[in-house]
């Protein structure tokens, strides 16, 4: 079954750091776009970031640029999403996404969406 699996959500403080974790089963990722979005209760669907399929071009949503970075293992089997200086703005169910071609603002075009991670940050 192909699947992903994110990992190392929870609750932090404002300015606290989390490492999210995607892992991918009964595939690789190393020829994929991959990528998260994140949802927030009551709010739009929105991509944090996204590494191209070559790892060539990676985009950020502009309110986590310079704080979040995204990056690969070199098994192509797992992708993490470092976040620091985390805001209460950034509370949200993190989701992990690959698509064999493209990175898109477009959720509808991913392939694979994992189960979704929750982050919390509150004082």
């Known amino acids: 079954q192909l699947q992903l699996v994110e990992s190392g959500g929870g609750s932090v403080q404002p300015g606290g750091s989390l490492r999210l974790s995607c892992a991918a089963s009964?595939?690789?990722?190393?020829?994929?776009?991959v990528g998260w979005f994140r949802q927030a209760p009551g709010k739009e669907r929105e991509r944090v970031s996204c590494?191209?399929?070559?790892?060539?071009?990676?985009v950020y949503a502009d309110s986590v640029k310079g704080r979040f970075t995204i990056s690969r293992d070199n098994a192509g089997i797992t992708v993490f999403l470092q976040m620091n200086n985390l805001k209460p703005e950034d509370t949200a169910t993190y989701y992990c996404?690959?698509?064999?071609?493209?990175?898109?603002?477009?959720?509808?075009?991913?392939?694979?969406w994992g189960q979704g991670t929750q982050v919390t940050v509150s004082s």
């Open positions: 590494n191209s399929a070559r790892g060539d071009v990676t």
């Open positions: 009964g595939f690789t990722l190393d020829s994929y776009a």
């Open positions: 996404v690959a698509d064999k071609y493209f990175c898109s603002d477009n959720g509808a075009f991913y392939d694979y």
